[in-house]
């Protein structure tokens, strides 16, 4: 069964900083694989999606890759700002099952 | 983009009473759902697929008699918390299942999630 593990668990930052959110998963079959952020008390709000055949995905000053073959996925966060503290989520699936989430970045940018 | 929404988004329940929490899929038709929980700083957890007009698939250590799931119809599924107790306190977030059209590909949509308190 597929799981996924995120590392760092947490992560404090400067504003302007770059900075990079792992993931790994276990299952190199994984079909589609999605990062997600949640604000505290709040529901999921879905930053990107890489589909199977895809290898990465941009918006705006994030940027996802995904690499199969070594079973990792990695969220780029340019400029960060304070804004973007939060908790990071990543997850997969496999053809025709639910995403199974890893336990999350909780990322603070300090002004 | 597809709509889900949940309701109740937030209820406080007696220990020993039951709440339903409803997700409803709002531009669009679901045959599958899924239903989730979250515990405080935790990582949402799969409790189970939901199937539109069969019984529902549970995973692994979830009370099938305790989280009743119902899937009448293509927009609708329900979850019941029978005889809560305090902890199940937790946050339940539902997600449908859509197909995208043109690949053999789907995508999950959630639900903005329900808080439910069990005193």
């Known amino acids: 069964k597929q799981e996924v593990t995120q590392i760092p668990a947490a992560l404090s930052v400067p504003e302007g900083e770059n900075l990079v959110l792992n993931c790994s998963f276990t299952d190199s079959a994984i079909y589609n694989l999605q990062w997600f952020r949640q604000d505290p008390g709040k529901g999921l709000t879905s930053l990107l999606l890489i589909q199977s055949s895809q290898r990465e995905q941009t918006s705006g000053r994030l940027n996802a890759s995904l690499d199969k073959s070594s079973g990792r996925s990695t969220l780029y966060i340019a400029a960060s700002q304070p804004g973007d503290s939060a908790t990071y989520l990543c997850?997969?699936?496999?053809?025709?099952?639910?995403?199974?989430f890893g336990k999350g970045t909780t990322l603070s940018v300090s002004s | 983009g597809a709509v889900v929404s949940q309701h109740p988004s937030w209820v406080i329940c007696k220990s020993g009473t039951s709440v339903k929490i409803e997700c409803r899929s709002l531009d669009f038709q679901a045959t599958t759902m899924f239903w989730y929980r979250q515990f405080p700083k935790q990582s949402l957890m799969l409790m189970a697929t939901?199937?539109?007009?069969?019984?529902?698939?549970?995973e692994q250590g979830v009370e099938k008699d305790k989280f009743l799931i119902n899937h009448a119809s293509l927009t609708l599924s329900t979850l019941t918390v029978t005889s809560a107790h305090p902890e199940d306190s937790s946050f339940y977030i539902c997600s449908a299942r859509v197909w995208v059209r043109g690949t053999d590909n789907y995508e999950q949509y959630f639900g903005p999630g329900t808080r439910l308190t069990v005193t």
């Open positions: 997850a997969g699936n496999q053809a025709g099952t639910a995403l199974i």
């Open positions: 939901s199937n539109e007009g069969s019984k529902a698939t549970y």
